[in-house]
C-alpha cells in the first residue's frame, strides 16, 4: 500500500511537470500567473533551476531531468505524509470514541 501510494505521488508529480514544460515548449507558460503570483514555481518548486536552454543543451536537459525526479520524489514524500496525517488522525479519532 505504501509503495502505491508513493508511485501515485510521484506520478502526480510528472504529469505536473509535463504540463508545465508542454506549456513552456509551446511558449505559454504565461498563463500559470495569478496576479503577482507564479503559479508554476508553487506546483513545481524546483522549476526554478531551469536554463534558458533547458530542451536544447545536454547540460539543460540534465538540469531538467534532474528538476523532474526531484519534483516527483517530493510530490511522493507529501503523498505519504498525507497517509500516515489521515492514519494518525483516524486511529485517534477510533480511540477518543471508545
Known sequence: MVKRIAAVGAVCGLIVCGGVLMLMWFGVSGVLKVGQTN??????????VLTVGWRTTPLGIFITFCSVVTNCVMYAGV???VRWGVSLMLRLRRGANV
Do not use: F
Open 79 to 81: 503523498a505519504l505524509l
Open 39 to 48: 503559479v508554476k514555481y508553487i506546483i513545481w518548486p524546483t522549476a526554478i
